[in-house]
């Protein structure tokens, strides 16, 4: 058959529009099916964020501290303690409380970054003596019962333990105070939101090594992070690290109050972190800050009862701020003290006792909950929620209470340039050295 080029090219022509008609149609049938395909992905992640919307936690509670002495009755499981012999507070409503646990900004650097770490801390905790009869009764959340929630929201929440926790041990001589308490009653502390404890304290080997050895143990099992105390001096001055939103914090705990010195931990020989001396705390603070973005130091120091800070805990404060860190929490005076601005970083001189039974001391019942608000580069904002501990049960105060407390905090924290506003804002005030 004859070739002809005009056949050729008009077959060539034929095949092209069959092909585009074919290509056409393949490809109107691939974007239905992806845009259909789309629109099943998202109305599905709509229903899926429905449906996997937060449930709420129910309430939780933790560990007090509390005296002997102390003679409070106990209230009954179920039934709401007469608070008005410890003080007068009242049980929170359900919006009162919302509002005492409002968040702290999350961005409070120059350089408008948004991450930030929420932190909070609480003063002494006691899960011995009174406060274990009350835990018995009314089970190991009833202390934190009104105050769980403000713990909860925080991203990681601190406190110092002030007992060992042990079913054996030999109590320590020549001490006013020997505590106590059950393993079970850990379980509060986890249940209220607290994630680190330090044990570097005047109690926490009240029996003997055996009794901090098994707290060290209960507290792993129950999975609460815990410093200040260890086998030896490097375990007890190693820091526990937190991550949260990229931002990783690192925990210190030490003590400048030890009754013996068989208590301090050293190269072969358990016990707990000693700040009397503060070259090992400081090196435990430099290395920390080699791995972490926001380094906490924890220090039991101070003089009992007295709300003004005493020469040795402004020293050694502003010398563990000079080695890095970040934040300076202080335990032990069972009172509140006052907040330093020091070179741009806080110092918390003591937050007094949280859960807590006393005879009647309005002072060491005074209480609240420290937040911190800070960013990767260790900028922190600062918010104090004041409450009142009454039957080893910290609660929010009523208004008038929590501006009352509020202004007495900033009269101590004014020789050292802070303020304390009256919605719980720690800021720099007149004559502060920093910005």
């Known amino acids: 058959m004859t070739y002809s080029r005009t056949q050729s090219r008009r077959k060539t022509r034929r095949r092209a529009r069959i092909l585009f008609y074919v290509n056409f ?6 974007l239905g099916v992806g845009a259909l395909v789309v629109y099943e992905l998202m109305d599905g992640s709509d229903g899926d964020q429905a449906s996997q919307a937060p449930v709420e936690s129910a309430p939780q509670t933790a560990p007090a501290q509390g005296q002997d002495q102390d003679q409070e009755p106990l209230p009954t499981a179920g039934e ?19 509002e005492s646990s409002g968040e702290l900004p999350a961005d ?16 002494d905790i006691l899960l011995a003596a009174r406060v274990e009869e009350y835990i018995t009764k009314n089970g190991v959340d009833y202390p934190f019962l009104k105050a769980s929630s403000l713990l909860q929201a925080a991203d990681i929440t601190a406190g110092n333990l002030e007992n060992p926790i042990t079913e054996r041990g030999t109590p320590a001589e020549d001490k006013t105070y020997v505590f106590k308490g059950k393993p079970e009653s850990l379980q509060g502390i986890k249940n209220a939101g607290i994630d680190v404890l330090t044990l570097a304290n005047n109690h926490t080997l009240d029996q003997g090594w055996e009794g901090l050895s098994d707290t060290m143990d209960y507290l792993d099992d129950t999975g609460i992070d815990h410093v200040g105390s260890g086998n030896d ?7 526990a690290f937190r991550e949260h939103n990229g931002i990783r914090v690192a925990y210190i705990g030490v003590t400048n109050v030890v009754p013996v010195t068989e208590w301090k931990a ?9 700040t009397y001396d503060t070259t090992r705390a400081v090196q435990a603070i430099k ?20 709300q003004q800070p005493i ?20 335990s032990h005076p069972h009172v509140l003290q006052g907040f330093e601005r020091y070179k741009g970083k806080w110092i918390a001189y003591s937050l007094g006792n949280f859960v807590f039974t006393s005879a009647g001391d309005r002072l060491t019942q005074e209480t ?5 608000a800070c960013t990767k580069q260790g900028e922190c904002s600062m918010k104090f929620n004041p409450m009142l501990s009454a039957y080893a049960q910290p609660a929010p105060m009523d208004a008038e209470e929590g501006a009352a407390l509020l202004s007495k905090l900033s009269e101590l924290s004014a020789p050292y340039g802070v303020a304390v506003k009256s919605d719980g804002s720690i800021v720099p005030g007149e004559g502060a050295s920093s910005p």
């Open 266 to 274: 050293d190269k072969n020989h358990p016990g707990v972190a000693e």
């Open 311 to 330: 020469e040795k805990q402004t020293t050694v404060g502003h010398t563990f701020i000079d080695a890095g860190a970040d934040l300076v929490i202080g």
């Open 368 to 372: 609240g909950v420290l937040e911190a």
């Open 233 to 239: 001096a490097t375990e007890a001055y190693t820091a």
């Open 25 to 30: 149609m393949l490809l109107a049938v691939v």
């Open 108 to 123: 409070t650097s120059s350089n408008g970054d948004s991450q930030a770490v929420n932190l909070a801390f609480v003063g």
């Open 80 to 98: 709401e303690p007469d608070d008005s012999a410890a003080g007068g507070v009242e049980a929170p409503s359900e919006e009162a409380s919302e």
């Open 287 to 306: 290395d920390a800050k080699e791995l972490a973005d926001i380094v906490v130091v924890m220090v039991h120091w101070g003089k009992e009862k007295v």
